[in-house]
């Protein structure tokens, strides 16, 4: 009888789809029954819908197995649409066969990883990625010693959480891991020491899991690692080294986006397999090696957004398998290698934002396969060669912000997608060849000097066109006639700003979906066109600058307008509660008119007004205390006669960013409740009657995001509130402005905004503010007392001033931790004692105003106080040494008598005269900060600003 086992064995083997075992069987279908099915998603295959009770689970879509026993040992459910919680007790984990688990793509919202997952022994691969589980990860997973693939990658930032001993004794247990994917997890409680990887690992993947310590090349060296990702760890830091090995085989190594500095060593050419490398958004500087450019099988490079300089090597030849090629937003030089031609199998090439100059070449040889080619912000002149329009599978052109001449050549490009030449000096007339680009989708041909007259219609030719942009082009003539019949079926951008337009263009029906309608300053009067206020889709409009008088309820009718800029006109009237209608409305800028009344009170209690814009006008009354819990980031009411009380109901708006009252008729105390905005980065209640002491902090953090703090011109009293300095931790931490990072810059939410800020004694318009830019302004006042010594833990300030005070005592050497310091006002006081020499530490000082108090002693030299003038220590008669006529050995030791001195007591105890300082700087200095103001007639160039 033993000839039958083999056979049965064979018979078994050949029907084991339908010997599912009774265990697994029943498992799966108690796991179905705790989970619902949601198939509304895109990309959903409801697996699990097809199990039936009673039939076989080896036969189900997404199980698998085993051929013998018949038990589970594979479950494939990704993208099945799953929803709910699998919690610990669940019969999935009584599969004790299971070797692979995919539940990728679905949604267990609020579940946490159930510790029984460390019950699947035999587990080899494990996948619960973008499936929105959350919490910490189970110290169980480490059981999992079988494992040779694990993917826990989410969608955003840090939901799973790692602690240090669960990731050590995963790592340590898990020696035969190849794939490790672990994308946005939150790896903030470990470091790189902690990296004691598998030698069989092939691909590591930790992007942007807050990865900590310094990047060490060792991890380059795997012998079988293949693909590394490690991108957006911001803490990741430290200089690429020479590797310590002779080759690898490294074929994908992607470090963006991390603290990376110093040059790129010649001996990552060692890395002969890499196909993609990815360097971009670091602090890499020094030269491109161009070792780096020959690497036999590199076809995608990225460098961009680095401080690197040079030339780019001439290099390149017909062998090299460049697809991809990124170098924007470097320091780089020269003139486009010639050999650049040579490269036939390119399809994206960005050398944007650098120091190229010089024309481009005249004749190439290849670009056969080139796609997307950008060039935007260089040095490059001369005219604009004709290949640019001729080769043949170019989509997209952008050479915007160069100093191009001439006119566009003949076109026959027709691939064309996207056409970008902004911010030239072209010339002539709109070539005619332009309007035989069919697939057109955007033009860009703002800020040139083209001539002439164009009909409007002949943009029309363009089907497929989306975004129009003929801004700041006053030499050309735009011919708006009414009676050709034309449309424009897909535009849904129009730039028109900056045109010399008399009139409201004629677009009548003519631009059915228009969304944005920029038509800034022009010379348009008298009312909008009632056609505006019909079209369905708009939701943009920009009419800032002109000469507009239309009231601004008639806008209301506007329902989905999400963004109104009519400041700088000459609006009248009110404001009526009307314009609360436009239930969309995010962004509301009226500022630089003539309105008057009060501001509706349905306006500030909007859900979703984020910012708010209505600086020099004549509005009176009160502010409304009806702010409510909402986005509003930005709130720009200075330059009005505003009175009375300041609304409490402002700390209800905790996402505000920016708060500028300044330079009303506001009369109350110090407003301590808004100290507990986490988001409040500038604080204006200059040129007001406030009043009273500043009390002391009721919360233990109070203003932690504060960079720029300016209460001058008031009534406070009292000493300067110590409490509330030691508290601005945004002002401890230096900011290093470093070119080619954009995340630099504080950004004010949507409307971006401009602001006027009076800096160095000169009212100078910033188009962002630095994140570097710090100041605190308490001057004229009366406040008293010493100047406190925590003042010099704020290390970040880059301006101070306390003038026109009633301060006394000597000035705290802690002064001189200031080292970033560019303007010191402390004039018109009644400080005694010498001048610290620890403000010789202060090397980037600029300005400096010590007149009109009572110091003595010698004036320290050395360094920039070389620079500054006799006006910065008039008034001290007990001063001498350069660059006083007053020598030391001519001094007196006393001070002298309060009489000599010159300050005078008015409104705020002292003589408002106007002190000029600083002449041998170039400008004047005195920190503050006046009316924030938008310029919404130059969105390109705000975009370009931003990096995007």
């Known amino acids: 009888m033993e000839w039958l086992f083999p056979v049965f064995l064979l018979f078994r083997f050949s029907f084991s789809h339908s010997w599912c075992h009774p265990h697994d069987n029943l498992a799966l279908l108690h796991f179905k029954a705790s989970l619902t099915i949601n198939v509304t998603y895109y990309d959903v295959y409801p697996t699990i819908e097809t199990w039936e009770n009673e039939t076989d689970c080896c036969s189900w879509s997404g199980v698998t197995c085993h051929p013998i026993s018949g038990h589970v040992t594979a479950l494939d459910l990704a993208c099945g649409g799953l929803q709910g919680k699998i919690n610990a007790n669940s019969t999935l984990f009584t599969l004790s066969h299971m070797q692979s688990l995919n539940l990728a793509f679905n949604d267990f919202s609020n579940s946490q990883i159930p510790s029984t997952i460390g019950e699947f022994g035999s587990l080899t691969h494990l996948d619960l990625s973008f499936s929105n589980f959350e919490g910490e990860i189970p110290p169980q997973i480490s059981h999992l010693s079988k494992l040779q693939s694990l993917d826990l990658s989410v969608d955003y930032d840090f939901p799973l959480k790692w602690e240090e001993v669960t990731w050590k004794r995963m790592l340590r247990n898990a020696t035969d891991l190849r794939v490790l994917v672990l994308d946005y997890t939150d790896l903030s409680s470990t470091s790189t020491r902690s990296l004691n990887l598998s030698s069989s690992l092939i691909t590591l993947s930790l992007r942007k899991t807050g990865l900590k310590g310094k990047f060490s090349d060792d991890m380059l060296c795997f012998p079988n690692l293949q693909h590394l990702y490690l991108s957006g760890n911001f803490d990741l830091h430290g200089q690429l080294q020479d590797l310590s090995c002779a080759s690898a085989s490294l074929n994908f190594l992607e470090i963006s986006s991390c603290e990376l500095h110093g040059p790129i060593p010649d001996s990552f050419s060692n890395l002969t397999h890499l196909t993609l490398f990815d360097l971009s958004d670091n602090y890499l500087n020094g030269s491109i090696p161009s070792s780096l450019l020959t690497l036999p099988r590199l076809n995608s490079l990225f460098l961009s957004s680095n401080l690197l300089s040079g030339k780019i090597p001439n290099v390149f030849h017909q062998s090299n398998m460049f697809e991809e090629l990124y170098l924007g937003g470097n320091n780089i030089e020269g003139e486009l290698p010639s050999t650049f031609s040579n490269l036939q199998h390119l399809i994206y090439l960005d050398i944007s934002y650098n120091k190229l100059e010089g024309p481009l070449p005249n004749k190439i040889t290849g670009f056969s396969n080139l796609n997307d080619f950008r060039l935007t912000e260089n040095l490059l002149n001369g005219t604009i060669p004709s290949w640019c329009f001729s080769l043949p599978s170019l989509v997209s052109l952008e050479l915007s912000f160069n100093q191009f001449t001439g006119g566009i050549p003949a076109i026959s490009s027709y691939s064309l997608q996207s056409l970008v030449l902004d911010g030239n000096k072209l010339q002539g007339n709109i070539s005619e060849s332009l309007f035989n680009l069919v697939n057109l989708t955007h033009l860009d041909l703002s800020s040139n000097n083209f001539s002439g007259s164009v009909n409007f219609s002949l943009f029309s030719k363009f089907q497929n066109l989306e975004t129009l942009r003929l801004s700041n082009l006053s030499q050309l003539s735009l011919n708006f006639e009414s009676s050709i019949n034309y449309s424009f079926s897909g535009l849904m951008e129009l730039d028109l700003s900056s045109m010399g337009l008399t009139e409201f263009p004629k677009l009548f029906r003519k631009i059915p979906g228009l969304e944005t309608l920029i038509l800034s300053d022009n010379k348009l009067n008298g009312k909008v066109p009632n056609w505006l206020h019909e079209m369905y889709y708009l939701s943009y409009v920009a009419l800032d600058r002109n000469f507009l008088t239309t009231p601004v309820d008639q806008f209301s009718r506007n329902y989905k307008l999400g963004h109104l800029d009519v400041s700088f006109n000459l609006l009248t009237g009110g404001i009526s509660s009307s314009i609360c209608n436009a239930s969309s409305l995010q962004v509301l800028k009226l500022s630089n008119n003539k309105l008057t009344g009060t501001i509706p009170e349905c306006l500030v209690s909007s859900p979703s007004l984020s910012f708010l814009s209505l600086e020099r006008n004549r509005l009176n009354g009160t502010l409304p205390n009806t702010f409510a819990s909402n986005i509003l980031g930005s709130l720009q009411l200075n330059d009005n006669r505003f009175e009375g009380l300041l609304p409490e109901s402002l700390s209800n708006c905790m996402q505000l960013e920016v708060l500028n009252l300044g330079n009303n008729q506001l009369e109350d105390t110090f407003p301590h409740w808004l100290q507990t905005l986490p988001h409040l ?229 002292f003589d408002w005269k106007p002190v000029a300082i600083g002449y041998g700087c170039g400008t004047v200095f005195g920190v503050g900060i006046g009316s924030f103001v938008f310029f919404i007639g130059k969105p390109k160039l705000l975009v370009r600003m931003f990096g995007g």
């Open 681 to 909: 980065k500038v604080l204006v209640l200059r040129d007001n009657k406030l009043h009273g002491p500043i009390s002391k902090f009721k919360t233990k953090y109070g203003f932690p995001s504060l960079n720029i703090f300016d209460i001058s011109s008031n009534n406070f009293s009292g000493p300067i509130p110590e409490d509330y300095i030691q508290n601005f931790e945004s002002m401890k931490n230096v900011q290093d402005e470093v070119a080619g990072h954009p995340q630099l810059y504080l950004v004010w939410l949507s409307g971006i905004s401009p602001i006027t800020v009076t800096t160095k004694g000169t009212i100078l318009l910033f188009e962002r503010i630095l994140k570097n830019f710090v100041s605190i302004d308490l001057s004229g006042n009366k406040f008293e007392g010493e100047i406190p010594k925590v003042i010099g833990e704020l290390q970040a300030l880059t301006g101070l001033n306390l003038s026109h005070n009633r301060l006394s005592g000597h000035i705290p050497q802690s002064m001189g931790n200031l080292t970033v310091l560019e303007s010191l006002d402390l004039s018109s006081n009644m400080l005694t004692g010498s001048i610290p020499t620890e403000f010789l530490n202060m090397k980037f000082l600029e300005v400096l105003n010590l007149s009109y108090n009572h110091l003595v002693g010698e004036i320290p030299m050395g360094k920039q106080f070389g620079s500054f003038s006799n006006d910065s220590y008039k008034g001290n008669l007990g001063l001498c040494g350069d660059p006083l006529s007053m020598k030391c050995s001519q001094k007196h030791d006393e001070d002298p008598p309060p009489s000599q001195s010159l300050w005078r007591e008015d409104k705020f105890g």
